[in-house]
């Protein structure tokens, strides 16, 4: 073993350095101490669900992936969801929980009327009484599938209001389209991979994707993007759905440009160059200090799990200042909202 009469002091010397070694990457999230960790950064289990909720005190915002465009956001004791898909089609990969387990939540945001981001929304509005937030025929595809009328609020590109402690900016955004043919071919990748479904598989699959709505308008009509700021002036943007650029999301990126966290969904390429030449314009438009992925992960029978590596590495090029983080499904995300950490994780659990 090397002895050295000044070890203590060379190792606390070493450590210090790695630690600032490690904070010049910056698309590596930074894990300190410096900040104070509630007990929600250590738990799985989502606020929403009776996991921990954020003290009021705390500057701490805790993220976490509920699968497919699914986010939970805690802060200062409040809870903001992103789109309501928990109880999936057949053969998905289990999230821990199900719709019926969602009984906490002070404000809904549901990206698009697609079954795939607002089939538990009634269930989940009434457990939880928050407001439902969308466009025009979001949140007419929410009455219908039992939000009650008095909760939902309705909201144009443009609009801004304050609800819950949060500020909501919207933007008309456009929902991705893709080349025909490709989900042909997706199925015929799992019917060659895999079995076919059961009838009971097929028949829970058929009921979940009969909620929601598939009106053409969605695509350039119906789909939203969210500004997000908290009281302290933390700035999040989501996009349920990553289609072209439209004058709302411009005129958002203006409101927005350099947020602090990004959440952009993506679209079914499972050939990762054409995945990366759609997602990534929107990611480039804002210029975050973080983006987290969403919308990533299979639709069994449809979509296959996507790579998130190729974006990554165009990340690291040619956005080295964005951070980037691949989560597991209600894994906490532990992120600071103010001070010289702001728009860091802080801390993150797998």
Not at 34 to 53: H, I, Q, R
Not at 102 to 111: E, Q, S, T, Y
Not at 252 to 274: G, M, T
Not at 330 to 342: E, K, L, M, Y
């Amino acid at each position: 073993m090397l002895h050295h009469p000044n070890w203590a002091l060379l190792a606390t010397s070493f450590a210090a350095f790695l630690l600032s070694a490690c904070a010049s990457v910056s698309n590596a999230p930074i894990v300190s101490a410096k900040t104070s960790l509630p007990e929600a950064c250590d738990s799985l289990v989502p606020a929403a669900t009776g996991g921990p909720l954020t003290p009021s005190d705390s500057d701490v915002a805790v993220f976490r992936w509920l699968g497919n465009a699914n986010y939970e956001i805690a802060y200062k004791g409040r809870i903001y969801l992103l789109d309501t898909y928990f109880d999936r089609k057949a053969r998905s990969r289990p999230l821990g929980f199900e719709a019926k387990d969602v009984k906490r939540a002070d404000l809904i945001l549901v990206g698009h009327a697609h079954f795939d981001h607002i089939s538990d929304v009634g269930i989940v509005s009434q457990q939880t009484g928050a407001p439902v937030v969308g466009s025009a025929l979001t949140i007419a595809a929410a009455q219908k599938l039992g939000m009650p009328p008095a909760q939902g609020v309705t909201m144009v590109d443009g609009q801004q209001i304050q609800r819950a402690g949060l500020t909501v900016d919207a933007a008309l955004a456009r929902h991705s389209t893709i080349q025909p043919g490709l989900i042909e071919a997706y199925a015929n990748v799992y019917k060659v991979e895999v079995r076919a479904d059961t009838e009971l598989e097929a028949a829970v699959t058929r009921a979940v994707m009969d909620k929601g709505s598939n009106a053409p308008a969605i695509i350039d009509q119906g789909t939203m993007a969210w500004g997000l700021t908290l009281d302290n002036g933390f700035k999040v943007v989501v996009f349920s759905s990553a289609g072209t650029i439209t004058e709302g999301d411009r005129r958002l990126a203006r409101l927005y440009q350099n947020a602090d966290v990004a959440i952009v969904a993506y679209q079914p390429h499972a050939v990762a160059s054409r995945q990366v030449e759609e997602t990534f314009p929107l990611i480039e438009l804002f210029q975050p200090k973080l983006f987290l992925p969403a919308h990533h992960d299979a639709s069994f029978g449809v979509w296959l799990d996507l790579g998130l590596e190729p974006l990554f590495e165009k990340l690291r090029t040619e956005l080295p200042n964005t951070a980037f983080l691949a989560p597991l499904y209600r894994s906490p995300i532990c992120v600071a909202t103010r001070g010289d950490q702001r728009g860091q994780v802080i801390h993150y659990r797998n």
